[in-house]
């Protein structure tokens, strides 16, 4: 149906309904299933009036613009997409066919009949031509497509050229694979031969439900055997990689293999049996300490009855990737400390040197000095053995820090954290608590790495500082008295003591940074009264 600007024209059935207008042509398509073939027809504005159409389709094979815009007195050519998903052959009513309708302003319609025929599917690529090395396993990875908005499961068939029963040739994979909606998925048939020659077959992936399928040809050249694989195992320090291979035995009785490698890091079982016509995988472990590059190491699996089977492993240890970063939080004339936690896997003691990226950095320290950590061997180097290191953040501004610690041992590998701290403004501390005429200290330190001048004032004349102000050098610490001259004993006096100090460069941008303690005179009926008056008081005396 077309719109132009009016509204939706209604079509029904019954008495004084509108005729279906007639059929103007017939439109033919045939294509290979999930392939596409178009055919086109032309439409004539003889009006004044530019024309918007909108053509209908009544079966989903099909597909044309939403929009057609067609100027006054021109015409133009509207393409239709027949796109099957489903073969004629699979069809229980035979051939796709629809209608395409297209109501035009001036009262008269286009009615098309569609006709489609869905051939079956292509090979899904070229044959796979493959050539490789007798006692070499070959894994053919083929992409597996699901071209409807629903899950399909496939059906794998395998068929071979040669004889199946013959047990040194192996062809495997999994008998089902499921796709999601609109995806594609990898399959992987595995190829193994003892001997050389041809071997040709089809792969087929079949949804029983629609009986559509896909399939690939694959022809493989086998040559005379050699080298059996290279094997990657690629990680980074302290991350374990494993890798199987696998040996076949096509004979109707056991076989043990036994094994030489050249590279103690590389850990093999030392012997392996592998029952009667049946495979194993053969697990390689490579768990290195250190981050560095290694020369290939040469393994060689052998058999009495089948041989040796050589391969080259390549080893690769990256830099281990960096602890969970740190984030410390404390306000500025605080500080916090927090553990650095780390397992190490080293089959000897090891000693770690403690370094920071900034060493002139101040605001993070060791918190027990410089001195190395020793640890003993980790006497189960699968699950390792945890190492503390305890930090401290003392920051001398308010903002953000950021550091970066390494702990490097020469034989157990380096550890990295991150560490974020954030000071934030100095926090209000109170109350302090003062007798009627007596006196208190407040500690107080420099956290500025250079000397600052303190000034001491307080709100309430009742509350007299010691001294107005003292210059103090970085990080020295000094306790300011604050004495209570109670006006009236009976009655709390509150204020507040205010310590202020200025950097050079906050003095210059005319910032202070300031320390508020809250003060609190006690009255005479908060102290309490010694047990040895009370008891006097009681007895008369």
């Not at 077309?2 to 509204?7: K, N, T």
């Not at 001491?456 to 004349?461: C, S």
Request: some cysteine; hydrophobic content about 35%.
């Amino acid at each position: 149906m077309c719109i132009r600007d009016s509204p939706l024209p209604l079509f029904v059935t019954g008495t004084n309904s509108v005729e279906r207008p007639p059929l103007t042509d017939i439109l033919s398509f045939a294509c290979r299933v999930r392939e596409t073939a178009t055919q086109k027809f032309t439409i004539k504005n003889d009006s004044q009036d530019q024309w918007t159409l909108k053509p209908i389709i009544s079966n989903t094979a099909w597909s044309a613009p939403e929009t057609v815009i067609i100027r006054p007195r021109d015409q133009t050519e509207c393409i239709v997409t027949y796109a099957p998903t489903v073969s004629t052959q699979n069809r229980a009513d035979g051939n796709d066919s629809g209608t395409l309708f297209v109501a035009l302003p001036s009262g008269n319609a286009l009615l098309y009949r569609l006709d489609g025929i869905a051939e079956p599917p292509a090979v899904s690529a070229p044959p796979l031509e493959r050539e490789f090395h007798a006692k070499t396993t070959h894994v053919e990875k083929l992409v597996v497509n699901n071209w409807l908005s629903v899950p399909q499961k496939f059906a794998v068939t395998q068929s071979w050229g040669h004889d199946i029963k013959d047990p040194s040739i192996i062809a495997k994979g999994v008998t089902t694979i499921d796709v999601p909606a609109n995806s594609t998925r990898e399959y992987r048939l595995t190829f193994f031969s003892f001997k050389e020659g041809r071997y040709t077959g089809s792969i087929t992936f079949v949804n029983e439900s629609s009986k559509e399928y896909q399939f690939y040809n694959v022809a493989y050249n086998v040559k005379p055997p050699k080298e059996m694989a290279v094997v990657e195992m690629k990680t980074k320090a302290r991350q374990r990689v494993t890798k199987t291979v696998v040996v076949q035995n096509p004979l109707s009785k056991a076989v043990t293999l036994t094994n030489r490698i050249d590279n103690p890091e590389v850990v093999v079982p030392p012997t392996i049996v592998i029952p009667a016509k049946s495979d194993v995988e053969v697990p390689l472990e490579f768990f290195p300490l250190l981050a560095k590059e290694y020369p290939p190491a040469k393994l060689v699996l052998s058999s009495t009855e089948l041989g040796d089977f050589p391969f080259t492993v390549n080893l690769s240890s990256a830099t281990a990737l960096p602890e969970k970063p740190i984030r410390l939080s404390c306000a500025l004339g605080q500080l916090v400390s927090t553990s650095l936690r780390f397992t190490h896997f080293s089959k000897t003691p090891a000693e770690f040197a403690f370094k920071m990226s900034d060493p002139k950095q101040a605001a993070f320290t060791k918190t027990s000095g410089s001195a190395p950590i020793k640890v003993n061997a980790s006497t189960d180097v699968k699950i390792g053995q945890e190492v503390v290191v305890d930090v401290t953040f003392e920051p001398p501004r308010v903002g953000e820090f950021r550091e970066t610690v390494e702990l490097v041992s020469l034989v157990a590998g380096t550890y990295v954290f991150s560490l974020l701290g954030v000071c934030t403004e100095p926090q209000r501390q109170g109350p302090i608590e003062v007798r009627p005429n007596q006196s208190t200290q407040v500690v107080f330190k420099n956290v500025f790495n250079e000397n600052v001048n303190f000034t001491f004032t307080t709100d309430d004349p009742q509350f007299v500082v010691g001294k107005p102000s003292e210059m103090l050098a970085p990080k020295k610490t000094i306790s300011v008295t604050v004495t209570y001259k109670c006006d009236n004993p009976q009655a709390v006096a509150r204020g507040k003591l205010t310590i202020s100090g200025s950097t050079a460069a906050d003095a210059s941008a005319g910032s202070t940074t300031n320390w508020t303690y809250y003060l609190r005179g006690m009255k005479e009926s908060e102290i309490a009264t010694p047990p040895a008056a009370n008891a006097a008081k009681k007895s008369g005396k």
